[in-house]
């Protein structure tokens, strides 16, 4: 049975979670303290609308076999999901690294043959900068602490998952996926399974587009969106005969991390890019936005769940209403988060005070969320389609 409970109910649940975690030598990172903010700027109370699972986490790094020997599954992060064959399915992003020996700081690459290596530095080199759990700079050169591939588990009640036999992991491939993929979109145009993902590798990163019917078979279109790029979300219909997406590229010396639309006529070739949402000084998205999943039609318009950040990678999420036939104008958006980490799963972990969706179900009016908690494990909530729409403010205009 699912049902709405306190947060802070959850602690216990969480606390053998977490001793689990770090018993089993998973690198558990301490809580990054932050002001506890109860209020916006405007002094607003925030209006956490979520009913999160009591079976919260649904997943954790000890519920899935490393992808070879000698690694050990570190995170498990931001799933894309879908309906087929009658069950729910996730795609889960499984973050791996070697197992870490004392005095020792290795991690993974693909070669872009497909060949696992593992580079290895003295802990206390003191050209390693490891001060960002997600990123090893090591002589002024970015990797990632862990490597990503995506893992098919289905349910029949949305809440147990597990692996089915014979599914094979989805694996980076070719010289633009040598740092792994991540944070996959599953969105259904019609009959395919448009699959976009972020695609990371020393080039940068980017969004790589897979399509498949039947699960078995996939057609690699390549990357899409080049870097840096990522959080690409499809329209799973076409508006006026062309393919929409969402996108986040990121531009670092004029502008920022705000959400773009884009238009494609074949879902490959995308063009007359319009940045339909900043992120906003002193708000809770001050930092970064990015799209979540397929936005929802609804009677008053497209409704997308995004997740902002502060500069202090505080993630939450909100959400945004585009008109339904131009869905570059934005209706209306949140001011205050939808949903914020406060759960103690969502605080602590791999990288603690991180709710990031990019994968949801929409039943009537009810959306079943799944999301990356803390970086570290898979959780998922409810939503009702009309308190989100209630909760909105009517849009101002993006600074010219
Ligand atoms: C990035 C994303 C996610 C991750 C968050 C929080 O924006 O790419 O993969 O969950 O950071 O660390």
């Known amino acids: ?8 109910s959850k602690a216990c649940a969480f606390l053998k979670a ?13 809580c990054r303290r932050e002001r506890s903010i109860l209020q916006n700027r405007k002094g607003l109370m925030m209006n956490d609308l979520a009913q999160r699972f009591e079976q919260n986490p649904i997943l954790t790094p000890l519920d899935l076999r490393p992808s070879v020997d000698g690694m050990e599954v570190t995170c498990l992060l931001n799933p894309g999901v879908f309906r087929y064959q009658d069950k729910t399915w996730l795609l889960v992003r499984v973050a791996e690294r070697p197992r870490q020996v004392p005095g020792k700081t290795s991690f993974p690459i693909l070669s872009p043959e497909g060949r696992l290596e593992v580079l290895e530095f003295d802990s206390d080199d003191p050209r390693l900068d490891l001060t960002d759990p997600r990123v090893i700079n090591f002589d002024g050169h970015d990797y990632l602490t862990t490597l990503s591939h995506l893992r098919l588990l289905s349910s029949d009640d949305g809440v147990h998952f597990a692996e089915p036999d014979q599914t094979l992991p989805f694996m980076g491939t070719g010289e633009l996926e040598t740092y792994g993929i991540e944070d996959c979109r599953v969105a259904k145009i019609g009959e395919t399974y448009c699959l976009t993902y972020t695609q990371v590798s020393s080039h940068g990163v980017g969004v790589g587009l897979r399509t498949t019917r039947n699960w078995t078979e996939f057609v690699h ?29 990121s531009s670092p010396e004029l502008g920022g991390n705000y959400i773009w639309l884009a ?7 995308w063009g007359r890019h319009r940045c339909i949402a900043h992120s906003r000084e002193g708000y809770w998205d001050s930092a970064r936005v990015g799209a979540g999943a397929a936005p929802i039609k609804t009677a008053e318009g497209w409704l997308e769940i995004y997740h902002g950040a502060t500069k202090e990678n505080r993630y939450c999420l909100g959400a945004l209403l585009l008109d339904l036939d131009e869905p570059w104008r934005v209706l209306a958006r949140s001011e205050t988060p939808i949903m914020e980490p406060q759960a103690p799963y969502e605080l602590e972990g ?24 803390a970086d570290s494990v898979i959780c998922a909530a409810y939503l009702s389609i009309q ?12 600074k010219p």
Do not use: W
């Open 18 to 30: 977490y001793e689990r975690l770090s018993k089993a030598g998973y690198p558990v990172a301490k």
């Open 263 to 269: 238009e494609s006529p074949d879902l490959v070739h």
């Open 1 to 8: 049975m699912i049902s709405a409970v306190s947060p802070f």
């Open 387 to 398: 308190a989100i729409l209630d909760s909105l403010a009517p849009a101002r205009a993006v």
């Open 350 to 373: 791999f990288f603690g005070q991180v709710i990031f969706t990019n994968g949801h179900l929409v039943d009537g009016d009810r959306i079943t969320l799944y999301y990356g908690a």
């Open 221 to 249: 279109e390549g990357m899409i969106f080049p870097p840096h790029n990522k959080d690409c979300a499809l329209f799973e219909e076409k508006i006026g005969g062309r393919y929409y997406a969402f996108h986040r590229p």
